[in-house]
């Protein structure tokens, strides 16, 4: 049996795979992975934001080998030092004092829910357990984080939701405003909505988002599991706003391909789990952090953020030289890149990993670049000569 057809016959069905288009991976290193066939391909994908320092980065690779010949799991019964570095490095690199650890981006957003609902019965009142979120929002499977995920088409087969959430206008202070009211507790939102399409919160709306929740004793958490960690070209893509949350939550590229996920919290916010409120078995688990650890030092090494801005700017820039009619925007912070285009957005996914680039496509008319944050100018170019040559087959 082939791994295409044992994955049909063992795999429940939840990933939209085509037997023909689909590809079986084998091998990464860098910016590159290749195909069962040894086809290389240029991944602009990086595993959905998560593999930030391209594929089996050497100093990622050396922490897990070395603590997996260590210590691999213990449980949160003791103590491990891989889980308090990683918490110190968060912390000092932040505006957190805190941090909890925990598996996946869902999972972070689940323990910043809780917290949100104890810090409102304890500030606001028994019944002050909503939370805004924004439409278009994305914050996981969970059956909480989906509920928080403000697209309906997430929410249809499962209902009913978890109950406390409201759904304000992304970038519509007003919207916000009008949704607070006795019985909030917090505001959830990406500062760049990625799933939902890549879109950037204004200025206005972050800092406003800001005032609103201290004027209303409201938590303002931020949801940075897919723009955090270096991807914008700072650390947190909220540094860029100058506005710090209460709560902020990571995964994906944290563990540098590893799953973790985390979440900070600041002040007040920090205290407001108690021993018995919370918990995960793997969470903080020493193999993972060790991995972390390795990312957090790659990714703060000196002028290696300004590089991933600057990067940005360069492709972003090349994206909007592109000659294509069909071009509706090019958007983004850093290298999180949303190209949105009056055509089949599918199809020209499909014609880049032919010609050898792996790109995805949402909603069917936003191509998304999260490449690895080492990439460079030339294979930045070569990315844009491919999009290029799919978008003129398309006409
Ligand atoms: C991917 C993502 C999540 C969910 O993370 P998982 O690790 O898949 O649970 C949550 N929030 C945002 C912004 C994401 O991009």
Redesign the pocket.
Known sequence: MTVKSLEKQYIINTYNRQPEATLLLKRGEGVYVWDESGNRYLDFVSG??VNNLGHCHPAVVEAINCQAQKLMHTSNLYYTEPQVRLAEALVTHSSANKVFFC???????EAAIKLARKFGKQNRGEGAYEIITAER??????LA?VTATGQPKYHQGFEPMVSGFRYGKFNDLKSFETLINENTCAILV?PV???GGIYPATQEFLAGLRKLCDEHKLLLMF?????GVGRTGKFLACEHYGVEPDVY?L??ALGGGL?I?AMGARGNAADVLVPGDHASTFGGNPVTCAAANAVLQAILADQFLPRVEQLGHYFTEKLRELDYPGIVEVRGLGLMIGLEINGDGAAVAKACQEKGLLINCIGGKILRFIPPLVVDEEQIDAAVTVVQQALSALN
């Open positions: 959905l934001a598996n996946s981006g869902a999972e972070a957003n929002s994305f914050h996981g499977r969970t984080a990406e909505q990625g799933e949801d940075e599991v897919q723009c939550t995964a994906k799953p996920g």
